[in-house]
């Protein structure tokens, strides 16, 4: 940008000169400070008309721009980091926990009661069998 405008600048410098030594070729001397005034005055406020206008489009497109993109990277981080994160761990922690504990609960759920159950009948089998025996 700065480039730009001194660019800008020197290119009507040039112009300015060029102007002058029209003016000095072709205007009575009489007339050359006025011309040359207005001249410059209308060089300058074109100048700074458009560094004014520059500047300002150009900072407010780029502050735009990057709250755009700041904006845009929170919700881009938010959605995939984030929201990953926290499907990755539910899915991955929670997940394997609740069937871990599942697993485990109807394990010794079956275990206990099954072999219990196996075991009464067994004695009770072994006792009617014992006692009618007798």
Request: net charge positive.
């Amino acid at each position: 940008m700065h480039t730009y405008i001194h660019t800008y600048i020197h290119t009507y410098i040039h112009i300015r000169t060029y102007v002058r030594a029209c003016v000095r070729a072709c205007v009575p001397a009489c007339v050359r400070a006025c011309v040359r005034a207005c001249v410059r005055a209308c060089v300058h406020t074109y100048i700074h008309t458009y560094i004014h206008t520059y500047i300002h489009t150009y900072i407010h497109t780029y502050i735009h721009t990057y709250i755009h993109n700041i904006h845009t990277y929170i919700h881009t981080y938010i959605h995939t980091y984030i929201h990953t994160y926290i499907h990755t761990y539910i899915h991955t922690y929670i997940h394997t926990y609740i069937h871990t504990y599942i697993y485990i609960y109807i394990y010794i759920y079956i275990y206990i009661y099954i072999y219990i159950y196996i075991y009464i009948y067994i004695y009770i089998y072994i006792y009617i069998y014992i006692y009618n025996k007798n």
